[in-house]
């Protein structure tokens, strides 16, 4: 299983980002995806759930103003962040949640 992220970057306060993440390897379609974020000397933090119903499921902290999504075709899974807030500086990770499989991470950094 192979999963791979992209689109962090820097960003200002307010703004918005979308990140992406394509897996390989898997029936993806079958599992439930995650994203997770982790800043220094913290552990991961639950950002959002997508089951294969969808339904989706999202940390208080990034409620309204995220959105998850995938898109089975493409074996891809998105995170759309929107109003981004300077504490939501991290490394985002995609999860296959039941495997335990992760990617490798994408930077974010909200400068206030």
């Known amino acids: 299983v192979q999963l791979v992220e992209s689109g962090g970057g820097l960003v200002q306060a307010g703004g918005s980002l979308r990140l992406s993440c394509v897996a390989s390897?898997?029936?993806?379609?079958?599992?439930?995806m995650g994203w997770y974020r982790q800043t220094p000397g913290k552990g991961r933090e639950l950002v959002a759930t997508?089951?294969?119903?969808?339904?989706?499921g999202y940390a208080a902290s990034v409620k309204g103003r995220f959105t998850i999504s995938r898109d089975n075709a493409k074996k891809a899974l998105y995170l759309q962040m929107n109003r981004l807030k300077p504490e939501d500086t991290a490394t985002y990770y995609c999860s296959v949640i039941s495997l335990g499989y992760w990617g490798q991470g994408t930077q974010v950094t909200v400068s206030s």
């Open positions: 997508i089951d294969n119903g969808p339904s989706t």
């Open positions: 390897g898997l029936t993806f379609s079958s599992y439930a």
